[in-house]
C-alpha cells in the first residue's frame, strides 16, 4: 500500500468512524426521550426559517389564515422591554390541534408553535422577544382550518436581542 | 448537574396547569457582542410534556422565545402525585429530561 493509498483508507477510516459518532450522538438524545419520538414531531426548520409572517404559516400549515374573533389574544399595548414580552392566547373555537405565534418585524417572523393533542386545553402563555413595534399574530388551527387573530404591541426598548 | 427544568403541575381534579421555566440563553442569532460579534444562534428547538407515556404537548421554538423561556398549559386529567415527563433538545443537539409531580 503507498503512502497515499495508505492516508486515503486512514482519512476514510476516520470519517467513519467520525459519521458513526455524529449519528451516535444525534440518535441518542432521541433513544433516551420517547417523548420525542413518540410524537414523532419533526421540528419545523423551513417555517423557523421564513422572513415573513404569510411565508412561514405557509411553511408551517400549508394554507392560509383568516382572522376570527374566537381566537382571543392577550398582550400589552406597550412592552417597556423588547425580550420579554408575555403573550398569551385562548380560543373557543373546538378540535384545536396546533397554535402559532409570530412576529411581523422580528427578522424571523415564526417565534413558536404549539401541538395541541386532543385533551390538551387551546390556552397557552409564553414570553417572546420583540425586535420593535410589530403586529403580533396568532394562528389557531382547529378542525384542518386556520384562524388568526392580530394585535400590535408597542416596543419601546428592541429585544430581539435579549 | 442541577436540571435546567422547572416545572410546577397543579391538578385541579379535572385539569391540570404546567408551568415550566427553563434555563437556556435562547440566543437568536441575530445579535452581536461587546466586540461587534455575531452571537450565533443557540435556543432550544423542541419541549415535550409526557403523561402517562403520551405526549400532552409539543413546543416547537425559534430564537424569537425570550431568554430563560416560560411556557404555561393545561390538559385534562392528571392526578396528584402523578409524574410527568419533560425533555428538551436545542440546536446544538444537547438536551435534558426531568420528571415532576403533578400537586
Known amino acids: 500500500m503507498t503512502d497515499v493509498g495508505f492516508s486515503a483508507t486512514r482519512r476514510l477510516l476516520l470519517q467513519g468512524a467520525g459519521a458513526v459518532a455524529l449519528v451516535g450522538l444525534g440518535n441518542l438524545p432521541f433513544g433516551l426521550t420517547p417523548a420525542l419520538a413518540a410524537a414523532n414531531d419533526k421540528y419545523p426548520e423551513e417555517a423557523f426559517k421564513a422572513k415573513s409572517e404569510a411565508d412561514a404559516i405557509k411553511a408551517l400549515y400549508g394554507k392560509t389564515a383568516e382572522p376570527s374573533d374566537k381566537v382571543k389574544m392577550d398582550a400589552p399595548e406597550i412592552a417597556e422591554n423588547g425580550a420579554v414580552v408575555p403573550i398569551s392566547v385562548t380560543t373557543t373555537l373546538p378540535d384545536v390541534t396546533s397554535i402559532s405565534f409570530l412576529v411581523s418585524e ?19 402563555a409564553n414570553r417572546i422577544k420583540m425586535a420593535r413595534t ?9 378542525g ?4 388568526s ?11 430581539c436581542g435579549g | 448537574m442541577a436540571s435546567t427544568i422547572r416545572v410546577r403541575a397543579t391538578s385541579s381534579g379535572e385539569t391540570t396547569e404546567v408551568q415550566a421555566l427553563i434555563q437556556h440563553p435562547m440566543d437568536s442569532g441575530f445579535v452581536k457582542d461587546a466586540k461587534g460579534e455575531i452571537i450565533p444562534p443557540h435556543f432550544i428547538q423542541q419541549l415535550t410534556f409526557e403523561y402517562e407515556g403520551k405526549n400532552v404537548f409539543t413546543a416547537d421554538w425559534g430564537g424569537g422565545v425570550s431568554k430563560d423561556p416560560y411556557v404555561k398549559f393545561a390538559f385534562k386529567g392528571g392526578k396528584k402525585g402523578d409524574e410527568l ?19
Open chain 1, 106 to 124: 422580528n427578522p424571523v417572523a415564526l417565534v413558536a408553535s404549539y401541538k395541541i393533542p386532543a385533551g390538551t386545553l387551546p390556552n397557552v
Open chain 1, 134 to 142: 410589530s403586529n403580533v399574530i396568532v394562528v389557531v388551527e382547529a
Open chain 2, 85 to 103: 415527563k419533560i425533555s428538551w433538545v436545542d440546536n446544538k443537539g444537547a438536551t435534558d429530561t426531568t420528571t415532576a409531580k403533578i400537586q
Open chain 1, 149 to 159: 387573530a392580530n394585535k400590535e404591541v408597542k416596543v419601546t426598548v428592541g429585544g
Open chain 1, 144 to 147: 384542518g382550518k386556520l384562524y
